[in-house]
């Protein structure tokens, strides 16, 4: 088997791939489903690639093997092991998904990197989920740009789980109320005078438990960026940290809790502000005002306003007197972002179309907890999308989160209940 061979077989392969374009864009161009005759048709290139996909890969193998009489004359050479200890790793991440990628196609060898490389005592060749751990160091930047990009996920409490663990069991006090006896779920305290007998408190807690779900994203990638491993590198790593940070976000906001993160708007802390009577108005500074007094006092120097883009131009109309409510960037608030009573205004993509409930919602992120494994994993497959010359890479990460409340907090004094997390109920018809 000789270089030219190999080539002669690349370019029959491509001939298929081409033919069956042809067919694909044939019916695009026409605006319409394929026919069966073509369905028969792809069918056949489509096996005829695969097959051309497999001698190929066969031939690259066997060119790679040095016949074993011109090898015995060769002394063996062992591998020098790292001075330092260390295990073997890959200068750039976009070195590793090359490697993934050459471990996926027909008869590919896999890097030894990719299986020798030891990841806080895991195995990184896969069980169920297939694919290789994406190199520790690689790891901690991706996740960084993800946290990063993410607008609610880099305010959440983030904690990092062990490699032996698949959640996290945490006892939280169960209060519900700041009345005597309620406080910290029990604890009680006497003024000497108050009582004759002090009565014995204790604390009441609860569990709050958290257990891994798994976000899967895929990135697909053609052949000619596969053959930039710095490009590909470059441009993996702003897929991977915008979508992932959007998904989390997404789910911090409005997850159900279940297969995903448990999101505020679906948690029992949430505080809805009914709407006022006969309101028609999309959003009123009556409103507004009863948004902040359901606010927990302790989140007030930490919340945010989170709203629908849409939401912005009623608020330029709320007045309270002759004082505007909503007080834009810049100008009187000297201030690099627009602020409600001083709290910054964000618009969020995943906020709520106007008039339904989400769409503004004022909370501290603070309060609530985000668990990951640390680890992602990452596949690749040279099958899903063939015809079109794409290899598609698929990166998998478990992580879980929910309000680190599980209900509103009823006050010292007085009847409305309070929380980090408050929003307007529905409006309109």
Not at 219 to 229: I, K, M, R, S, V
Not at 297 to 326: C, F, H, M
Not at 376 to 400: G, Q, T
Request: charged share 30%.
């Amino acid at each position: 088997m000789n270089i030219k061979k190999i080539l002669e077989m690349k370019a029959k392969r491509e001939d298929a791939r081409l033919k069956a374009m042809a067919v694909l864009n044939k019916a695009d161009a026409e605006d319409r489903f394929l026919t069966d005759d073509e369905q028969k048709e792809i069918d056949k290139y489509e096996s005829e690639i695969r097959a051309w996909d497999e001698s190929i890969a066969r031939a690259e193998k066997m060119l790679a093997i040095e016949p074993e009489d011109r090898a015995a004359e060769k002394p063996e050479v062992k591998p020098t092991p790292n001075k330092s200890g260390e295990e073997k790793r890959f200068a750039t991440f976009g070195e590793q998904l090359l490697a993934a990628y050459r471990a996926a196609m027909p008869g590919g060898v896999t890097d030894e990197r990719l299986s020798t490389r030891a990841a806080s005592g895991l195995n990184e060749t896969t069980p169920s989920d297939g694919g290789f751990l994406v190199q520790q160091d690689f790891v901690t930047e991706l996740l960084k740009r993800t946290y990063e990009t993410g607008i609610l996920a880099s305010k959440a409490k983030k904690i990092p789980i062990s490699t032996n663990a698949n959640g996290l069991k945490i006892n939280a006090v169960d209060e519900d109320s700041r009345g005597n006896g309620s406080r910290w779920g029990g604890v009680q305290a006497f003024w000497e005078s108050e009582a004759d007998e002090h009565t014995g408190s204790k604390p009441k807690f609860r569990q709050l438990d958290l257990s891994l779900k798994k976000l899967t994203g895929l990135c697909y990638a053609t052949d000619e960026l596969l053959q930039d491993a710095a490009a590909l590198e470059s441009v993996i790593r702003q897929a991977f940290a915008e979508e992932f940070g959007f998904k989390i976000d997404d789910a911090i906001l409005d997850g159900s809790g279940e297969g995903q993160p448990l999101g505020i708007l679906k948690s029992g802390a949430l505080v809805k502000v009914e709407k006022e009577k006969d309101q028609s108005a999309v959003v009123t500074v009556e409103n507004i005002v009863k948004m902040w007094n359901r606010l927990w006092s302790k989140s007030r120097s930490s919340a945010v306003w989170y709203i629908n883009q849409e939401i912005e131009p009623y608020l330029y109309t709320l007045k309270l007197g002759d004082k505007p409510v909503y007080i834009p960037a810049g100008g009187i608030s000297e201030k690099p972002y627009a602020t409600i009573f001083g709290r910054p205004v964000v618009p969020l993509e995943q906020c709520n179309a106007p008039g339904e409930v989400g769409d503004i919602v004022l909370a501290d992120i603070g309060q609530y907890l985000l668990i990951d494994k640390g680890g992602v994993k990452a596949a690749s497959s040279i099958h899903v999308r063939f015809l079109y010359d794409e290899n598609v890479f698929r990166f998998i990460y478990r992580v879980d989160g929910k309000p680190i409340w599980n209900k509103p907090l009823a006050p010292y004094k007085g009847k409305a209940t309070v929380s980090p997390f408050v929003t307007l109920d529905k409006r309109g018809a």
